[in-house]
């Protein structure tokens, strides 16, 4: 099993940044993918990004040029760096992972199979 923690959620102004983390443990070795979505009130969930473990990387259009995925694999934390955030990004984030490689393309949440509680992310007008 693989337990998935996130952290590093908030309130910022329009424009601002936040950094997000998710610290992995358990059995890390079923994280080959590993993701992060939002989902806002009323809305569906989207995929944000995702990283595979070559460390190839892949974007919604929505976040491109604003946000970036990283993994520390010697401290088994994802992160999601968001800069230039707007409105709306608000919205709940969790952290999603998956012993596959990530397929690419549309970052579809069906394809994760373990998830974390969430973290908010709130930015005002």
């Known amino acids: 099993q693989v337990q998935l923690v996130e952290s590093g959620g908030g309130s910022v102004q329009d424009g601002g940044s936040l950094t997000l983390s998710c610290a992995l443990s358990?059995?890390?070795?079923?994280?080959?993918?590993m993701g992060w979505f939002r989902q806002a009130p009323g809305k569906e969930r989207e995929g944000v990004a995702e990283?595979?473990?070559?460390?190839?990387?892949n974007y919604a259009d929505s976040v491109k040029g604003r946000f970036a995925i990283s993994k520390d694999n010697a401290k088994n934390t994802l992160y999601l760096q968001m800069n230039s955030l707007k409105p709306e990004d608000t919205a709940m984030y969790y952290c999603?992972?998956?012993?596959?490689?990530?397929?690419?393309?549309?970052?579809?949440?069906?394809?994760?199979?373990?998830w974390g509680q969430g973290t908010q992310v709130t930015v005002a007008s």
């Open positions: 999603a992972a998956d012993e596959w490689d990530c397929s690419g393309g549309y970052i579809n949440g069906a394809d994760f199979t373990y």
């Open positions: 358990g059995d890390t070795s079923k994280s080959n993918c």
């Open positions: 990283i595979d473990s070559d460390g190839s990387t």
